[in-house]
């Protein structure tokens, strides 16, 4: 749906090992999420299709590794792309 592969290489570079390329992703992603959701609810529709998207490409499970990173602002990115974009189950 991002245009030509878009999401793939989004997802991919969530494996780089430069913490600083991963930030610059997530807030990618942050901001695309975000007006997927401004888009979804202009359209009527049910769900964020690009959330959709990054979930299919295997994206989420990738940001929710990240919050294992060692570098504070990955965890801190990846943390807030679940909080604002996902329902977080309160498992204590």
């Known amino acids: 749906m991002i245009g030509t592969g878009l ?7 969530l ?3 430069d913490p ?3 930030e610059v992703i997530l807030e990618g992603l ?3 999420l975000n007006w997927g959701a401004v888009y979804a609810q202009s359209q009527g529709l ?13 994206g989420v499970e990738k940001i929710e590794k ?7 602002e990955v965890y801190l990115k990846a943390l807030r792309i ?8 309160n498992i204590f």
Do not use: A
């Not at 999401?7 to 570079?13: A, G, K, P, Q």
């Not at 679940?82 to 189950?89: C, M, Q, V």
């Open 82 to 89: 679940l909080e604002n974009h996902f329902e977080l189950d």
């Open 66 to 72: 990240l919050q294992t990173h060692p570098n504070n």
């Open 30 to 32: 942050y901001n695309i």
């Open 7 to 13: 999401m793939n290489v989004f997802v991919e570079l």
């Open 46 to 58: 049910q769900e964020n299709p690009f959330l959709v998207e990054l979930d299919t490409k295997g």
């Open 20 to 22: 600083k390329t991963i």
């Open 15 to 17: 494996d780089n090992k």
